[in-house]
């Protein structure tokens, strides 16, 4: 203590010393938590190991993979399913593009995620001076992401951190990037600066109530549609506006489709869901009402055949409204007579008031004729189901499946790969809104274990994942992640070796096995075993239903590496016509 002119004054390193300080690593995690945020999807390496230890000492769970890709799909459906972005946590250039996939993936989902990168020192980078893991991260993050900050002072990491989670959430949800050179986190400040810099973001996802002559002109249209239909998509899933949703079908008498993950918001057994006659009400249906899906190539773009095509009799007629936060979606492929721009709860609602008790119900023929191909198909469907062939099909395996999830609805599908991702869409019922999770709009392969694992920590529900062989195998390492987290999921491997089937051979006839072929009679069950979770090897339905209900009661991570026939399934499953080999024909 003490200078030359006051003995007893504090020095300048003193008074450092006395001085609470915070710095850049502890206002990161601040910021994120008084934002309500409490987990991070992640792995660990420079500039960021201390940023996950310090956030695991303060109190937030940091769930770490085994490659970023997986963190990256785990942050966003953790997204999806809470409505607060998900963080994925990665290092500089390697991790943060390995990161990068699930990033351009959410924002094409419209999942909100916040992809956090360490990066290395802007002055090296900008030069091109080759520093460790140099790399523009920022322009190469901006064309994926709906919107993409740096942030290099210490004092912005707050204003950093609100902007990216209002980008995340507000309006059409997506993916952001969030670039933190490496000299940020050590960067220190005097701790009530640090915490006045923070922002606890308001109302980060307002409400964007609808024009009421928008909601008239639907109403209208929709009052005066002889065969009216609802498509509900993973937007209305995404919105919480469950309990509207469904007064919105059941007030309106309408036949509603679910997109694939907007199953379950009212259950798929209910007699006003049209799925089991998709293909006869979507050229038939005369006025059709989008409520958070969009009409993209899940959709036929909403024309051609699927749509009835040039020789239907109502070729061009059909009228379409359209539900949708982003005002720049109608229009997109066909004419939308019917915007209405919002957000679903608020768009939702402000139908449902339109549609008191005088309603009129939709056209008692038409309510006919789609009840009476429903019934049609799911007879159908009911006998393919009945039968048990050896050795076991999707079919009869998904018969399976689609009677665990009857038992346990509360239970969350994830689900990947192409047989047996349509056999599971169209097989296995779901009960309750936002339990299915898959491929979504660009039919990815690998995001099942990323989602797996978020489900199962955000959720704390039991995880039913089924996998094609092929799709398990982008993200098979993180069963180790399963485990070591001791999740409750079970993976179920439809193994029938290789991509889409098992049979390709060689023309060539060399060596080589065919490009889609894979070792015949693998063990897939085996590889949780390395890591002391339950291995289970099935070749029949019975073999499956005792594995899977062992795994549910358990909750024990477990795989069960089901045999299905090599034979079953067709290339690129229900999609075969995309491939350009058929379109040539
Ligand atoms: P699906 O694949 O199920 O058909 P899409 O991903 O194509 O669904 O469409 C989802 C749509 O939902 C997007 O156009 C998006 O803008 C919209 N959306 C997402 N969240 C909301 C919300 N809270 N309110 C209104 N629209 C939303
Ligand atoms: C990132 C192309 C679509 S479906 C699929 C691949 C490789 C696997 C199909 O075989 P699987 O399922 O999983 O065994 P099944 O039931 O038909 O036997 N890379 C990425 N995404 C996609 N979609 C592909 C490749 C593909």
Redesign the pocket.
């Given at each position: 203590m003490g200078n030359v002119e006051n003995p007893v004054a504090a020095t300048p390193a003193e008074v450092q010393l006395v001085r609470e300080m915070t710095d850049g690593f502890q206002l990161v995690i601040d910021a994120l938590k008084l934002n309500g945020i409490d987990t991070i999807f992640g792995l660990p390496g420079i500039p960021i190991t201390d940023l996950t230890r310090k956030a695991q000492a303060a109190g937030m769970r940091v769930i770490s993979f085994r490659h970023e890709q997986n963190a990256g799909n785990a942050a966003a459906i953790a997204g999806f399913l809470t409505q607060k972005p998900g963080i994925c946590l990665t290092v500089s250039a390697p991790g943060f593009l390995n990161g990068l996939?699930a990033l351009a993936n959410a924002t094409t989902n419209c999942f909100p995620v916040i992809l956090i990168s360490g990066s290395s020192e802007r002055e090296i980078v900008d030069l091109q001076q080759g520093d460790y893991e140099e790399m523009d991260q920022l322009a190469i993050a901006k064309p994926l992401a709906k919107a993409a900050f740096r942030v290099l002072e210490a004092g912005d990491i707050g204003v950093g951190i609100a902007r990216a989670i209002r980008a995340a959430v507000s309006g059409r949800p997506g993916g952001v990037y969030l670039d933190l050179p490496a000299k940020l986190f050590a960067q220190t400040l005097d701790a009530e600066a640090g915490r006045r810099s923070l922002i606890k973001v308001v109302d980060p996802a307002p409400r964007q109530i609808p024009a009421k002559d928008a909601v008239q002109r639907a109403l209208d249209l929709l009052k005066g549609a002889k065969r009216p239909l609802i498509i509900l998509g993973k937007g209305a899933a995404y919105a919480q506006a469950d309990a509207d949703i469904r007064a919105l079908i059941e007030r309106s008498g309408i036949p509603y489709l679910p997109m694939s993950m907007a199953k379950g918001l009212l259950p798929d057994t209910h007699e006003q869901c049209a799925s089991a006659a998709r293909s006869f009400v979507l050229p038939e249906a005369d006025v059709v009402m989008l409520i958070g899906a969009r009409l993209n190539w899940l959709l036929s773009h909403g024309k051609g055949k699927t749509w009835g095509g040039k020789g239907h009799k109502d070729w061009g007629g059909q009228k379409f409204i359209q539900v949708d936060i982003s005002p720049l979606e109608a229009d997109s492929n066909v004419r939308i007579d019917a915007p209405v721009v919002g957000d679903i709860g608020s768009c939702v609602s402000a139908l449902l008031a339109g549609i008191g008790a005088s309603w009129p119900k939709p056209p008692a023929e038409w309510l006919a004729a789609v009840a009476e191909r429903k019934k049609q198909n799911i007879a159908k469907m009911a006998e393919t189901l009945a039968k048990n062939p050896a050795p076991m099909n999707?079919h009869s395996a998904l018969n399976v499946v689609r009677d665990i999830v009857k038992a346990n609805p509360d239970a969350i599908l994830v689900n990947?790969?192409?047989?047996?991702?349509d056999?599971t869409r169209s097989i296995v019922d779901m009960y309750q809104p936002r339990k299915r999770l898959d491929?979504g709009t660009?039919?990815?392969?690998?995001i099942g274990m990323g989602f797996a694992v978020a489900a199962a920590v955000v959720s704390g529900k039991p995880v039913i994942a089924v996998?094609?062989?092929?799709?398990?195998?982008?993200s098979g390492m993180e069963v180790e992640t399963l485990c070591r987290y001791n999740l409750p999921v079970c993976v179920v491997v439809?193994n029938?070796n290789?991509?889409?089937?098992?049979t390709d051979v060689n023309p060539a006839g060399g060596p080589d096995v065919a490009p889609?072929v894979f070792v015949k009679g693998a063990r897939y069950d085996k590889l949780i075993e390395a890591f002391g979770g339950v291995g289970v090897h099935a070749t029949t339905p019975a073999e499956l239903r005792k594995a899977m209900e062992e795994a549910i009661r358990s909750r024990k991570p477990t795989l069960i590496n089901a045999v299905?026939d090599e034979t079953a399934?067709t290339e690129?499953?229900r999609i075969t016509s995309l491939n350009p080999s058929a379109k040539k024909k």
């Amino acid at each position: 203590m003490g200078n030359v002119e006051n003995p007893v004054a504090a020095t300048p390193a003193e008074v450092q010393l006395v001085r609470e300080m915070t710095d850049g690593f502890q206002l990161v995690i601040d910021a994120l938590k008084l934002n309500g945020i409490d987990t991070i999807f992640g792995l660990p390496g420079i500039p960021i190991t201390d940023l996950t230890r310090k956030a695991q000492a303060a109190g937030m769970r940091v769930i770490s993979f085994r490659h970023e890709q997986n963190a990256g799909n785990a942050a966003a459906i953790a997204g999806f399913l809470t409505q607060k972005p998900g963080i994925c946590l990665t290092v500089s250039a390697p991790g943060f593009l390995n990161g990068l996939t699930a990033l351009a993936n959410a924002t094409t989902n419209c999942f909100p995620v916040i992809l956090i990168s360490g990066s290395s020192e802007r002055e090296i980078v900008d030069l091109q001076q080759g520093d460790y893991e140099e790399m523009d991260q920022l322009a190469i993050a901006k064309p994926l992401a709906k919107a993409a900050f740096r942030v290099l002072e210490a004092g912005d990491i707050g204003v950093g951190i609100a902007r990216a989670i209002r980008a995340a959430v507000s309006g059409r949800p997506g993916g952001v990037y969030l670039d933190l050179p490496a000299k940020l986190f050590a960067q220190t400040l005097d701790a009530e600066a640090g915490r006045r810099s923070l922002i606890k973001v308001v109302d980060p996802a307002p409400r964007q109530i609808p024009a009421k002559d928008a909601v008239q002109r639907a109403l209208d249209l929709l009052k005066g549609a002889k065969r009216p239909l609802i498509i509900l998509g993973k937007g209305a899933a995404y919105a919480q506006a469950d309990a509207d949703i469904r007064a919105l079908i059941e007030r309106s008498g309408i036949p509603y489709l679910p997109m694939s993950m907007a199953k379950g918001l009212l259950p798929d057994t209910h007699e006003q869901c049209a799925s089991a006659a998709r293909s006869f009400v979507l050229p038939e249906a005369d006025v059709v009402m989008l409520i958070g899906a969009r009409l993209n190539w899940l959709l036929s773009h909403g024309k051609g055949k699927t749509w009835g095509g040039k020789g239907h009799k109502d070729w061009g007629g059909q009228k379409f409204i359209q539900v949708d936060i982003s005002p720049l979606e109608a229009d997109s492929n066909v004419r939308i007579d019917a915007p209405v721009v919002g957000d679903i709860g608020s768009c939702v609602s402000a139908l449902l008031a339109g549609i008191g008790a005088s309603w009129p119900k939709p056209p008692a023929e038409w309510l006919a004729a789609v009840a009476e191909r429903k019934k049609q198909n799911i007879a159908k469907m009911a006998e393919t189901l009945a039968k048990n062939p050896a050795p076991m099909n999707f079919h009869s395996a998904l018969n399976v499946v689609r009677d665990i999830v009857k038992a346990n609805p509360d239970a969350i599908l994830v689900n990947e790969g192409a047989n047996a991702l349509d056999f599971t869409r169209s097989i296995v019922d779901m009960y309750q809104p936002r339990k299915r999770l898959d491929v979504g709009t660009w039919g990815v392969m690998g995001i099942g274990m990323g989602f797996a694992v978020a489900a199962a920590v955000v959720s704390g529900k039991p995880v039913i994942a089924v996998e094609g062989d092929s799709a398990f195998g982008f993200s098979g390492m993180e069963v180790e992640t399963l485990c070591r987290y001791n999740l409750p999921v079970c993976v179920v491997v439809f193994n029938n070796n290789g991509v889409y089937r098992g049979t390709d051979v060689n023309p060539a006839g060399g060596p080589d096995v065919a490009p889609t072929v894979f070792v015949k009679g693998a063990r897939y069950d085996k590889l949780i075993e390395a890591f002391g979770g339950v291995g289970v090897h099935a070749t029949t339905p019975a073999e499956l239903r005792k594995a899977m209900e062992e795994a549910i009661r358990s909750r024990k991570p477990t795989l069960i590496n089901a045999v299905i026939d090599e034979t079953a399934g067709t290339e690129s499953g229900r999609i075969t016509s995309l491939n350009p080999s058929a379109k040539k024909k």
